[in-house]
């Protein structure tokens, strides 16, 4: 695990080296678990993974990503961009979790009062109904997702409830949002600042030139 402490070299993306490092683990998902940006005129950027294997997680530290990467995933906060069951991978964008969907040694497949088909996941894995902020898969849910990932498009729930413009994700990641909330005032700011020392600049030139019009 000390590889996830490091930046990616060249065009080395973390994900692949994530994928390495786990290439004798059966099953596991990989979910954008936060996202950040530093500097102002060269900037970088950053993710943290949470590497989800059943009923365990745990959580990357943040590792640098190229910028057209970062910018290629920025709407899928809290999804999982990368999973593998029995050995194959998957590589469709998702609801956190929906990679273990279907699976009978994970949970099984009940009916709500209008006999609607929805998934229950077994109580030792609370962790996969928690990452999905509680909202039940319906079958039909969970269908349009399998569409999609063949269709290659990402499923963002039936309401949009997840990525990063997602209702439960803001409920679910504040930190985030706080964060990127004050990197926007911060640069409103310091905008207005530099108009006002340019209108500052242009406004004494005037005074210098009329004053000397007027000797």
């Given at each position: 695990?000390?590889?996830?402490?490091?930046?990616?070299?060249?065009?080395?993306?973390?994900?692949?080296?994530?994928?390495?490092?786990?290439?004798?683990?059966?099953?596991?998902?990989?979910?954008?678990?936060?996202?950040?940006?530093?500097?102002?005129?060269?900037?970088?950027?950053?993710?943290?993974?949470?590497?989800?294997?059943?009923?365990?997680?745990?959580?990357?530290?943040?590792?640098?990503?190229?910028?057209?990467?970062?910018?290629?995933?920025?709407?899928?906060?809290?999804?999982?961009?990368?999973?593998?069951?029995?050995?194959?991978?998957?590589?469709?964008?998702?609801?956190?979790?929906?990679?273990?969907?279907?699976?009978?040694?994970?949970?099984?497949?009940?009916?709500?009062?209008?006999?609607?088909?929805?998934?229950?996941?077994?109580?030792?894995?609370?962790?996969?109904?928690?990452?999905?902020?509680?909202?039940?898969?319906?079958?039909?849910?969970?269908?349009?997702?399998?569409?999609?990932?063949?269709?290659?498009?990402?499923?963002?729930?039936?309401?949009?409830?997840?990525?990063?413009?997602?209702?439960?994700?803001?409920?679910?990641?504040?930190?985030?949002?706080?964060?990127r909330a004050a990197k926007v005032r911060a640069s409103k700011t310091s905008f207005s600042q530099r108009v006002n020392q340019r209108i500052g600049k242009t406004r004494s030139g005037y005074g210098s030139r009329s004053s000397s019009?007027?000797?």
């Amino acid at each position: 695990a000390a590889t996830f402490l490091h930046g990616c070299g060249g065009r080395r993306l973390p994900i692949d080296i994530i994928k390495k490092d786990l290439r004798d683990i059966p099953s596991y998902s990989i979910n954008l678990e936060d996202m950040d940006q530093t500097g102002t005129f060269f900037k970088s950027y950053y993710h943290k993974y949470r590497i989800v294997q059943g009923e365990r997680s745990f959580t990357t530290d943040w590792m640098k990503v190229p910028e057209d990467y970062y910018q290629k995933n920025e709407n899928f906060l809290g999804m999982t961009l990368l999973s593998k069951k029995d050995g194959q991978y998957n590589t469709s964008v998702g609801p956190p979790g929906y990679n273990y969907v279907g699976d009978e040694q994970y949970g099984k497949w009940q009916r709500d009062s209008s006999g609607n088909s929805f998934w229950e996941f077994y109580g030792k894995y609370a962790l996969l109904s928690h990452l999905l902020g509680g909202s039940r898969v319906y079958r039909t849910d969970y269908n349009t997702y399998r569409d999609y990932g063949r269709q290659g498009r990402p499923y963002y729930g039936r309401n949009k409830q997840y990525g990063t413009g997602g209702r439960l994700t803001k409920s679910q990641k504040p930190n985030f949002y706080s964060r990127r909330a004050a990197k926007v005032r911060a640069s409103k700011t310091s905008f207005s600042q530099r108009v006002n020392q340019r209108i500052g600049k242009t406004r004494s030139g005037y005074g210098s030139r009329s004053s000397s019009r007027g000797k």
